[in-house]
């Protein structure tokens, strides 16, 4: 019986940040969950709402109001001149006495307060100075995260402030950029076999192609997962294709994925390395050699001749900052159970549970998982990788460590 990793703890999320004092007081909203045509729920509708938590966070440049919420909720945001302010209506009712307090450490938002309003209850944040919300983001929740609305405030001129308080209902209707769970009985698994088409990936002796070899695994891993009937499948891709690294990262999104799995065969300058080693994402790589494998393997994309944009998702940062914690701690516990049972059947690199800076991991709301299945630089290493029979056992001790993730996990 394989000895199974201690399961971490999963607090409540600290509520308070560095620049902002905490809310003071626990805030309960009501709030129907189904919208009117035209945005705000009816009134009458019975309360189900708990505001849990309202933070200010501080970038270079603008700030972000992030309000921690227990359901959704419906609201319009407006903007006026006299006096300078924001408010965002929200069909909900207070269920108790509370404050806030948004204003401590701003350099935009002179007072911050609750008010009624015909719909609910109201955010109304008094200016110090003009200021324009460029984002109104939406994040759902996903297990073990409560809902978050985050407002993306950025200082501009008077008459850019009054212009957008003139347009009325501004930014316009509230962005989802986390799409919500599905309901399904299993867990889903993305399998994503790394390079494919026109990047051939890593190269071993006498032709062998990291693309062709981690194609051939992915493909054993998803027929063996699905033959377990723990969990479904998708692959990013099943052929020898290219698919970009954000649309591997977007395609897990999309679909809600529990977890993504990437395949890797790679080389390294020194040809005695060998062994299996599992990656989890991180901005500090775990060493030197962790860092060269996760540049070459972001470099993919200018390799394949797609262009590559010059910015991401314009709230990916928001999405990291306040996803990641619980994505990260899934993401090592999915990497302790699929490493040891990958080492029932073959070799282990020393500190085989490394980080490194991999785009296909940054999906904040997916764990993720790189598998580095082996070293195709390593003699012995890439003659049992270059054995198809190998391929179905690889598969097999991979597919053995997710199921046991998952039913950790349930």
Same mark, same amino acid.
């Given at each position: 019986?394989? #000895? #199974?990793?201690?399961?971490?703890?999963?607090?409540?999320?600290?509520?308070?940040?560095?620049?902002?004092?905490?809310?003071?007081?626990?805030?309960?909203?009501?709030?129907?969950?189904?919208?009117?045509? *035209?945005?705000?729920?009816?009134?009458?509708?019975?309360?189900?709402?708990?505001?849990?938590?309202?933070? =200010?966070?501080?970038?270079?440049?603008?700030?972000?109001?992030?309000?921690?919420?227990? @359901?959704?909720?419906?609201?319009?945001?407006?903007?006026?001149?006299?006096?300078?302010?924001?408010?965002?209506?929200?069909?909900?009712?207070?269920?108790?006495?509370?404050?806030?307090?948004?204003?401590? #450490?701003?350099?935009?938002?002179?007072?911050?307060?609750?008010?009624?309003?015909?719909?609910?209850?109201?955010?109304?944040?008094? /200016?110090?100075?003009?200021?324009?919300?460029?984002?109104?983001?939406?994040?759902?929740?996903?297990?073990?995260?409560?809902?978050? /609305?985050?407002?993306?405030?950025?200082?501009?001129?008077?008459?850019?402030? *009054?212009?957008?308080?003139?347009?009325? @209902?501004?930014?316009?209707?509230?962005?989802?950029?986390?799409?919500?769970?599905?309901?399904?009985?299993?867990?889903?698994?993305?399998?994503?076999?790394?390079?494919?088409?026109?990047?051939?990936?890593?190269?071993?002796?006498?032709?062998?192609?990291?693309?062709?070899? $981690? /194609?051939? $695994?992915?493909?054993?891993?998803?027929?063996?997962?699905?033959?377990?009937?723990?969990?479904?499948?998708?692959?990013?891709?099943? %052929?020898?294709?290219?698919?970009?690294?954000?649309?591997?990262?977007?395609?897990?999104?999309?679909?809600?994925?529990?977890?993504?799995?990437?395949?890797? +065969?790679?080389?390294?300058?020194? %040809?005695?390395?060998?062994?299996?080693?599992?990656?989890? $994402?991180?901005?500090? %790589?775990?060493?030197?050699? !962790?860092?060269? /494998?996760?540049?070459?393997?972001?470099?993919?994309?200018?390799?394949?001749?797609?262009?590559?944009?010059?910015?991401?998702?314009? =709230?990916?940062?928001?999405?990291?900052?306040?996803?990641?914690?619980?994505? =990260?701690?899934?993401?090592?516990?999915?990497?302790?159970?699929?490493?040891? !049972?990958?080492?029932?059947?073959? *070799?282990?690199?020393?500190?085989?549970?490394?980080?490194?800076?991999?785009? $296909? =991991?940054?999906?904040?709301?997916?764990?993720?998982?790189?598998?580095?299945? *082996?070293?195709? %630089?390593?003699?012995?290493?890439?003659?049992?990788?270059?054995?198809?029979?190998?391929?179905?056992?690889?598969?097999?001790?991979? +597919?053995?460590?997710?199921?046991?993730?998952?039913?950790?996990?349930?």
């Amino acid at each position: 019986m394989r #000895h #199974h990793p201690t399961r971490p703890c999963n607090p409540r999320p600290h509520r308070a940040t560095a620049v902002v004092q905490a809310l003071r007081g626990l805030l309960l909203f009501a709030c129907v969950m189904a919208a009117m045509p *035209g945005g705000l729920v009816s009134a009458n509708a019975q309360p189900s709402t708990e505001l849990l938590a309202a933070e =200010l966070v501080q970038d270079p440049g603008r700030e972000r109001i992030v309000l921690t919420l227990s @359901a959704p909720v419906a609201l319009d945001l407006q903007a006026a001149e006299a006096p300078l302010s924001i408010t965002l209506d929200m069909a909900a009712d207070i269920a108790g006495e509370a404050r806030i307090d948004l204003a401590a #450490h701003s350099q935009t938002i002179a007072d911050a307060r609750l008010a009624p309003s015909a719909n609910g209850i109201a955010l109304v944040l008094d /200016l110090a100075a003009p200021a324009q919300v460029t984002q109104l983001a939406y994040l759902p929740a996903i297990p073990g995260r409560d809902r978050r /609305l985050v407002l993306t405030l950025v200082p501009v001129n008077a008459e850019t402030f *009054g212009s957008w308080a003139a347009a009325g @209902a501004v930014p316009g209707p509230v962005s989802s950029f986390v799409a919500e769970p599905a309901t399904r009985e299993r867990p889903l698994v993305v399998i994503d076999p790394g390079h494919g088409g026109v990047d051939p990936g890593a190269t071993g002796p006498a032709g062998l192609y990291e693309k062709t070899i $981690v /194609l051939s $695994v992915g493909i054993h891993l998803r027929d063996v997962l699905l033959e377990t009937g723990a969990v479904d499948v998708v692959m990013t891709r099943d %052929s020898d294709v290219y698919v970009r690294l954000l649309d591997r990262v977007a395609l897990a999104r999309q679909h809600g994925a529990d977890l993504l799995v990437s395949l890797h +065969a790679d080389t390294v300058p020194e %040809s005695y390395v060998r062994g299996a080693s599992v990656y989890v $994402v991180s901005e500090v %790589s775990s060493d030197q050699q !962790a860092a060269l /494998l996760a540049s070459r393997e972001n470099e993919a994309d200018r390799i394949a001749g797609v262009p590559v944009p010059s910015s991401e998702d314009p =709230l990916f940062d928001v999405l990291l900052g306040l996803a990641r914690e619980r994505t =990260l701690a899934e993401s090592e516990t999915a990497a302790g159970f699929i490493l040891e !049972a990958m080492g029932e059947v073959m *070799g282990l690199v020393n500190n085989a549970r490394r980080h490194a800076s991999f785009v $296909v =991991l940054k999906a904040p709301d997916v764990p993720s998982v790189l598998v580095e299945l *082996g070293y195709l %630089s390593n003699p012995e290493e890439a003659r049992f990788l270059a054995d198809p029979a190998n391929h179905e056992a690889v598969a097999r001790a991979l +597919a053995a460590g997710i199921v046991d993730y998952f039913a950790w996990r349930d």
